[in-house]
């Protein structure tokens, strides 16, 4: 059964999500909330590498997330999904194994 991996820390300060990306199998979903959404963002330095993670692994940032730092759902990059808090649930229910990084 595949993994939803929840990041919630900035990638531009801390390595939860590259440690995240190392050990997530094809098929796996990474579900990007709290400061973990600032990784959705095109142009930074990390879109590139999440466009290219995007070739095995879903990606999904939490809308309230994003809005809660003065972002536009516009900004995020193409690709990654944005949910609620009902498709958050919907997608634990999906994966069924979550691994959370702190």
Request: hydrophobic share 45%; net charge negative; with cysteine.
């Amino acid at each position: 059964m595949p993994t939803l991996h929840t990041v919630r820390k900035s990638p531009f300060e801390r390595n939860a999500l590259a440690s995240c990306l190392r050990v997530a199998q094809p098929g796996a979903a990474v579900l990007l909330i709290e400061d973990g959404v600032y990784a959705a963002l095109r142009n930074t330095q990390i879109a590139e590498q999440i466009s290219k993670a995007m070739e095995t692994v879903s990606f999904y940032a939490l809308a309230p997330d994003l809005q809660a730092r003065g972002y536009e759902l516009n900004e995020v990059i193409d690709g990654v999904q944005i949910v609620d808090y009902d498709g958050f649930v919907d997608l634990v229910a999906t994966y069924g194994r979550v691994q959370a990084w702190p």
